[in-house]
């Protein structure tokens, strides 16, 4: 046994008797590619990585592209990085996506809607469909676009309304990279969302906007002019 491999059955040992807490996130992003690169050090991969994405959610969070320009990182080991953000994100909505889910405020409505955006690197729109009880329908994606746009279709956002008989909808949008601040445009575009949704006798409560891991809402911070 070669000292590579017992540094990896140490930081092996070590987490299955002490578990994450015990590891810093370098050591986790380490015994991560253990999996991947069965036969190599990769102690200057994940420090290479590091230097690249800042973190470990930057990691995680980075593209197929992003990561197969680290040397050391083939399409094999990228996909499995990004395959796991993409099941963590799944496993968050699901658990959150239960039948008896119910948004009352705000931050309820963000708390759901937040792992819907989780490494999301352009523009996404998302429509949260409540029955008159506040209890959730559907979550539907609206629009994808480019990191700094995403179109959204009036008519495909009452189609969707009136499909899951929805009473009132959240309507929720990611600023990818950048800071959870309203643009003139989101605010515009959250006075027409409204003025369609009356045609139909829906309500939108509310429009967040998600950026960084938070979010904010238009309904508290908006001109009273959004919703009158």
């Not at 008797?17 to 380490?30: F, N």
């Not at 309820?108 to 490494?119: E, K």
């Not at 409540?130 to 209890?135: E, F, H, N, V």
Request: glycine share 6%; net charge negative.
């Amino acid at each position: 046994m070669g000292l590579h491999d017992e540094h990896r059955q140490r930081l092996k040992r070590q987490y299955m008797e002490h578990g994450a807490d015990a590891l810093t996130d370098l050591q986790l992003m380490e015994l991560f590619l253990f999996y991947s690169i069965p036969r190599k050090d990769v102690n200057p991969v994940a420090h290479l990585l590091f230097q690249e994405f800042d973190s470990l959610p930057g990691v995680f969070d980075a593209s197929i592209e992003e990561l197969v320009t680290v040397p050391g990182i083939g399409e094999h080991v990228a996909c499995s990085i990004h395959l796991l953000n993409d099941i963590s994100r799944r496993c968050d909505i699901a658990r959150n996506a239960s039948d008896d889910s119910v948004i009352t405020d705000w931050q309820s409505a963000g708390d759901f809607l937040l792992p819907f955006f989780y490494g999301a690197l352009v523009e996404n729109v998302y429509m949260l469909c409540l029955d008159a009880r506040g209890r959730v329908l559907r979550c539907e994606r609206l629009g994808e676009g480019n990191p700094t746009f995403a179109a959204l279709d009036l008519r495909e956002l009452i189609r969707v309304a009136m499909n899951r008989r929805a009473v009132s909808v959240v309507l929720a949008h990611n600023h990818p990279g950048g800071h959870p601040v309203p643009s003139q445009e989101d605010l515009q575009v959250t006075l027409e969302v409204r003025r369609a949704l009356e045609t139909i006798h829906v309500e939108l409560l509310d429009h967040l906007i998600i950026a960084d891991g938070q979010y904010v809402s238009l309904r508290r911070i908006g001109p009273p002019s959004l919703w009158n």
